[in-house]
């Protein structure tokens, strides 16, 4: 997927639920136009478009990073105060992100796929070589404590 859908968005206001599930919808794949979590717009679309893909199998991902100081906290709490209760992705069974990096908002939506995907089998993550050492093993052991909804949930992180 090219950036256009997600730029459609930035033009007014997006919506919480698409009026129609994307239910053909099995493969999504943010690659090479610069999707960062910490612009709002980025964030929401992609939320929007996951959560509105129940038949989803495959997600790969992109991501640009930004400095923390550039996230607004609106952003940076965007998951937390979103109601994904209706929500399950039960035929999501690979997530990969590239270039990933230990930005809230990027662990928070990781956190929400984990406990919203039942039949999910490997998360790669590969994260962003500017991660410091440090930086790589606290993504490791906050992500392997999250909640799964799978619990044959492999995560890999590179």
Same mark, same amino acid.
């Given at each position: *997927? ?5 730029? $459609? ?8 639920? %698409?009026?129609?599930?994307? !239910? /053909? =919808?099995?493969? %999504? ?5 610069? =999707? $960062? ?10 939320? %929007?478009?996951? #959560?509105? &893909?129940?038949? +989803?199998?495959?997600?790969? *991902? ?5 400095? #923390?100081?550039?996230? &607004?906290? #609106? #952003?940076?709490? %965007?998951?937390? /105060?979103?109601?994904?209760? /209706?929500?399950? =992705? ?22 929400? !796929? =984990?406990?919203?995907?039942? *039949?999910?089998?490997?998360?790669? +993550? /590969? ?22 909804? &799978? ?8």
């Amino acid at each position: *997927m090219s950036s256009y859908p997600i730029q $459609c968005f930035a033009t007014g206001v997006i919506p919480q639920k %698409l009026p129609t599930s994307l !239910i /053909h =919808l099995k493969s %999504l794949e943010f690659v090479g136009f610069g =999707l $960062c979590f910490g612009r709002e717009v980025d964030l929401r679309s992609v939320l %929007l478009l996951v #959560t509105s &893909s129940p038949n +989803i199998e495959t997600i790969r *991902m992109e991501m640009e990073n930004y400095p #923390t100081e550039a996230v &607004s906290q #609106t #952003t940076m709490n %965007l998951v937390d /105060h979103q109601d994904y209760s /209706h929500v399950i =992705l039960g035929h999501l069974r690979v997530i990969e992100i590239n270039n990933f990096s230990n930005m809230k908002t990027g662990m928070d939506f990781v956190k929400l !796929i =984990l406990a919203k995907s039942p *039949m999910l089998k490997k998360v790669w +993550i /590969h994260i962003n070589e500017r991660v410091d050492i440090h930086g790589r093993v606290n993504i490791l052991e906050e992500m392997i404590q999250y909640p799964r909804a &799978s619990p044959k949930a492999e995560i890999k992180v590179y």
